[in-house]
């Protein structure tokens, strides 16, 4: 209540930042008020021509929020409020303004929607350059219902993946980091031994981010085995305890992921941003229908995390 939802470039650089961090914290965890504030600036946003012109007021949408908002009302809407944004990312011309778009469309909460996402990344001409398909990889991974299909993804297409990329190791670890840091169960770990297994001749120099990703979970593992009873007895002792009675049980300790929202530095009024050439050619979305890579089409489970 001290910041408010409302964005002001006027304010002192710490109060922007209080603010998006409040907001980014609120909405993550489902405070109604906060949701339903950034739906409908989003729905003003592809309602009004105007306020996509970053050059009036910066737009509607304040920049300090616009990668929290996108991805808000991604993760709510549908085909219609991807397919829009998609259409902003290929029009846009400001490179700052691409990359927050690419994070956001992995916000989506439909299974199909982050598989045709990652399949877009992967292949030539889908307007996506072959730099940012980390960035998209990790947008669907970062995703509480995408994290296991990314890493699904990653398992059945990384011959694909590899040749894709070819000599890029930066981009090939960022992948496997981006599916497997938040692994704290056996059958992960399991599944990631498996993969090293199955893979070990194509590995390559990426045989080396697996060895790090199999320690982490490891680690992880046992972090979790000798700490999740006590944080859980601590939190219903002192949180679920004085909480109304309208309170889940053991909703504050849930074993979802959170949406993980960009940390976004507050910029002034003045901040310029580094303009790239926008492409000449229509522009068309890919085929629902046909995948350049096989994949499945049914909605992961993530594996259970207790």
């Known amino acids: 209540d001290s910041v408010g939802f409302e964005d002001n470039l006027e304010d002192s650089h710490l109060n922007q930042y209080k603010r998006v961090k409040a907001v980014a914290w609120a909405c993550s965890l489902g405070h109604q008020p906060c949701v339903d504030e950034a739906v409908d600036l989003f729905q003003l946003y592809m309602n009004t021509p105007v306020a996509r012109n970053s050059e ?8 300090n929020l616009k990668s929290l908002v996108y991805c808000i009302a991604i993760a709510g809407g549908g085909e219609l409020e991807w397919d829009f944004l998609w259409q902003e990312y290929l029009e846009s011309n400001i490179a700052t303004e691409k990359s927050t778009i690419l994070s956001a469309l992995g916000c989506s909460k439909e299974a199909w929607i982050l598989s045709r996402y990652l399949d877009m990344a992967f292949v030539e001409n889908t307007y996506i350059r072959k730099q940012d398909a980390a960035t998209v990889f990790s947008a669907v991974a970062n995703n509480d219902i995408g994290g296991y299909l990314a890493w699904r993804y990653l398992r059945e297409n990384w011959k694909e993946i590899t040749q894709y990329y070819g000599s890029g190791l930066f981009a090939i670890s960022n992948i496997i980091n981006a599916a497997t ?3 704290t169960t056996e059958l992960e770990l399991n599944e990631l031994e498996q993969f090293k297994v199955d893979n070990g001749e194509i590995l390559g120099t990426a045989s080396r981010s697996i060895d790090q990703a199999i320690e982490r979970t490891k680690n992880n593992i046992a972090w979790k085995a000798q700490n999740y009873e006590v944080i859980e007895e601590w939190i219903n002792d002192n949180i679920l305890s004085t909480a109304s009675p309208t309170t889940t049980p053991n909703a504050a300790f849930s074993t979802e992921t959170p949406i993980v929202y960009e940390t976004i530095t507050p910029t002034s009024p003045s901040t310029t941003e580094n303009a790239i050439e926008p492409d000449t050619t229509t522009p068309t979305l890919p085929s ?6 096989a994949h499945e089409t049914t909605t992961p489970v993530s594996p259970s995390t207790t």
Do not use: E, L, M, W
């Open 181 to 183: 840091s938040s692994f």
């Open 56 to 63: 009036i007021q910066n737009g509607v949408i304040s920049p």
């Open 288 to 293: 629902t229908t046909q995948s350049p890579i």
